[in-house]
């Protein structure tokens, strides 16, 4: 979600010049952007605070930056906070707003309100520098011509995923009249939706076959994506490609919402109470029977559509 913050501050401060620091394997999102040097790590090689105090020295000796800003505030940037602070520099963090949601997400607070979108807590990361930054909200199309439909049904937490039966049957429906290609990772979910692939024609399983950079030329061909909260939604926005997105136990209030995309494509129940009961959906359901999902009908999904 750093991705449309940092390419629109970058169009609107084009004198400015960016060091991005994170996992190597996020390297793909980035690029491209003009003013953006990619940084990438392995955080298995900077462990601990000797890991980090490492990590300092390194990004001393390659770049020459002014400001830190800290876009994460988990433990590991806050001892680079301290080292960079210590060292004379300017360092500026993300407000999570953890109280705002620890309130959202209190099964015994019936009045639950949208929260500031994570995006904008970026942006206020930079302004709060100086920098001037209004972001646009919008999906910017990277492919003219689009065909087909994505379908992402898994998530990291049980309480963002629908029940795969519901999602089969919506692949099966539209693939009457749309290719269909599945998206996922790891050996059971490519064991899934290859079993999908082969009862369901007009399909394709990608899970397993793409790089990160390919897996974004594809989705961004798509005429749309159909997601839980999860990675693929913020990666159909990466590239303008509206979602259909399905949720659980998290709520878009929370400021997850997919950057660009709308509520009104958002799919869940709106009337349980005791929504949302977790930020991440990693919370087990209070109720015990996960309402939240079992109760998201294939019709609602594709009346979406």
Same mark, same amino acid.
């Given at each position: 979600?750093?991705?449309?913050?940092?390419?629109?501050?970058?169009?609107?401060?084009?004198?400015?010049?960016?060091?991005?620091? /994170?996992?190597? !394997?996020? #390297?793909? $999102?980035?690029? %491209?952007?003009?003013?953006?040097?990619?940084?990438?790590? =392995?955080?298995?090689?900077? #462990?601990?605070?000797? @890991?980090?105090?490492?990590?300092s020295e390194e990004l001393l000796y390659e770049f020459n930056f002014?400001?830190?800003?800290?876009?994460?505030?988990?433990?590991?940037?806050?001892?680079?906070?301290?080292?960079? /602070?210590? #060292?004379?520099?300017?360092?500026?963090?993300?407000?999570? @707003?953890?109280?705002?949601?620890?309130?959202?997400?209190?099964?015994?607070?019936?009045?639950?309100?949208?929260?500031?979108?994570?995006?904008?807590?970026?942006?206020?990361?930079?302004?709060?520098?100086?920098?001037?930054?209004?972001?646009?909200?919008?999906?910017?199309?990277?492919?003219? !011509?689009? !065909?087909?439909?994505?379908?992402?049904?898994?998530?990291?937490?049980?309480? &963002?995923?629908?029940p795969l039966e519901k999602m089969v049957e919506v692949a099966r429906?539209?693939? &009457?009249?749309?290719?269909?290609?599945?998206? %996922? @990772?790891?050996?059971? =979910?490519?064991?899934?939706?290859?079993?999908?692939?082969?009862?369901?024609?007009?399909? =394709?399983?990608?899970?397993?076959?793409?790089? $990160?950079?390919? =897996?974004?030329?594809? *989705?961004?061909? $798509?005429?749309?994506?159909?997601?839980?909260?999860?990675?693929?939604?913020?990666?159909?926005?990466?590239? %303008?490609?509206?979602?259909?997105?399905?949720?659980? !136990?998290?709520?878009?209030?929370? %400021?997850?919402?997919?950057?660009?995309? /709308?509520?009104?494509?958002?799919?869940?129940?709106?009337?349980?109470?005791?929504?949302?009961?977790?930020?991440? @959906?990693?919370?087990?359901?209070?109720?015990?029977?996960?309402?939240?999902?079992?109760?998201?009908?294939?019709?609602? *999904?594709?009346?979406?559509?």
């Open positions: 979600m750093t991705v449309p913050v940092l390419t629109e501050f970058l169009e609107q401060n084009p004198s400015v010049e960016i060091i991005m620091v /994170s996992r190597n !394997s996020f #390297k793909d $999102l980035f690029a %491209g952007i003009p003013n953006l040097l990619f940084k990438g790590i =392995e955080i298995d090689d900077y #462990k601990g605070f000797m @890991g980090m105090h490492k990590l002014q400001y830190v800003a800290d876009l994460h505030d988990v433990i590991r940037t806050k001892i680079l906070d301290r080292i960079f /602070s210590r #060292k004379g520099f300017r360092v500026f963090k993300i407000n999570k @707003g953890k109280d705002e949601k620890e309130k959202l997400t209190d099964i015994w607070n019936l009045n639950k309100k949208q929260l500031k979108p994570t995006t904008e807590r970026y942006a206020e990361v930079f302004r709060e520098m100086g920098f001037a930054l209004e972001l646009s909200h919008q999906l910017r199309p990277t492919v003219g !011509s689009k !065909s087909g439909i994505g379908i992402a049904p898994f998530a990291q937490h049980k309480g &963002k995923m629908l429906i539209l693939s &009457k009249h749309h290719k269909i290609y599945f998206f %996922g @990772g790891g050996k059971s =979910e490519i064991d899934i939706l290859n079993h999908w692939k082969s009862q369901i024609p007009n399909s =394709e399983n990608l899970a397993g076959t793409l790089r $990160l950079h390919q =897996e974004l030329e594809k *989705i961004a061909s $798509l005429k749309l994506m159909i997601s839980m909260d999860s990675a693929n939604m913020h990666l159909a926005s990466l590239v %303008g490609t509206r979602c259909v997105s399905i949720w659980g !136990s998290t709520h878009p209030f929370a %400021g997850f919402l997919g950057y660009g995309q /709308s509520i009104e494509d958002a799919v869940q129940i709106k009337d349980l109470t005791c929504r949302p009961c977790s930020v991440f @959906g990693d919370k087990v359901c209070y109720r015990g029977d996960w309402a939240c999902l079992e109760e998201v009908s294939v019709q609602q *999904i594709l009346d979406k559509i």
